[in-house]
């Protein structure tokens, strides 16, 4: 059982850059990959970026591929997600997924993470 609480959401104009945080719960955090999806209005969910337990394995959604970077500091149980140039399409509800990492590939997929965070919203003015 991991619990998940995304932090770093506001509001800001287009080209600006946001820090996206995700705080995990246990000390297992090490062992689980993690992901960011995103739900803007009136969509579905779609998949972000995602990292392996060790941080060795990245891969990204070609929409933010070059603008936005995943990493985590297991030291701290956090997930990042760096989000620069940003653009009023990428205004949505940020979230962090984890699910034990058995096998390292990456995992673009909903159904593909066990445990969520509650989101926290972007909002990108232009």
């Known amino acids: 059982q991991v619990q998940l609480v995304e932090s770093g959401g506001g509001l800001v104009q287009a080209g600006d850059s946001l820090r996206l945080s995700c705080a995990a719960s246990?000390?297992?955090?090490?062992?689980?990959?993690m992901g960011w999806f995103r739900r803007a209005p009136g969509k579905a969910r779609e998949f972000v970026a995602y990292i392996s337990g060790s941080g060795a394995m990245t891969n990204y959604a070609d929409s933010v591929k070059g603008r936005f970077t995943i990493s985590r500091d297991n030291a701290k149980n956090t997930v990042y997600l760096q989000m620069n140039s940003l653009k009023p399409e990428d205004t949505a509800v940020y979230y962090c997924a984890a699910v034990y990492d058995y096998r390292v590939a990456p995992k673009r997929y909903e159904y593909e993470y066990a445990f969520w965070g509650q989101g926290t919203q972007v909002t990108v003015s232009s």
């Open positions: 246990g000390r297992t955090f090490s062992s689980y990959a």
